[in-house]
Nanobody, 124 residues
Framework: QLQLVESGGGLVQPGGSLRLSCAAS????????IGWFRQVPGKEREGVSC????????KYGDSVKGRFTISRDNAKNTVYLRMNSLQPEDTGIYYC?????????????????WGQGTQVTVSS
């Protein structure tokens, strides 16, 4: 089955860190541009970060710039999102997806099916 599987979420206190993983199953991730999105109840899914197939020129949303780092290990068929200095407003379900291009997280468009996501909760 061709899918992306997110993992690594959890409950963390404000100021804490998490590393999310996005693993490809059934296909090679090398050729795809990948984006991370997050969604909170009652709001639209928003783009957080993206990375090109080569791993170059990562992009970040304004709210996470300087705190989150996206990376990829094509040998492991996985994209990561390292999240530092987490705040309650970072709470949500995080999804990864194949996207058409990585110019800005605000405008990135996903294609293909969505995975189940991974829940991140930042709370004291």
């Amino acid at each position: 089955q061709l899918q992306l599987v997110e993992s690594g979420g959890g409950l963390v206190q404000p100021g804490g860190s998490l590393r999310l993983s996005c693993a490809a199953s059934g296909f090679t991730l090398d050729y795809y541009v990948i984006g991370w999105f997050r969604q909170v109840p009652g709001k639209e899914r928003e783009g957080v970060s993206c990375i090109r197939s080569s791993g170059g020129s990562p992009k970040y949303g304004d709210s996470v710039k300087g705190r989150f780092t996206i990376s990829r290990d094509n040998a492991k068929n996985t994209v990561y999102l390292r999240m530092n200095s987490l705040q309650p407003e970072d709470t949500g379900i995080y999804y990864c997806a194949k996207i058409f291009s990585c110019v800005s997280p605000a405008t990135m468009r996903a294609f293909g099916s969505w995975g189940q996501g991974t829940q991140v909760t930042v709370s004291s």
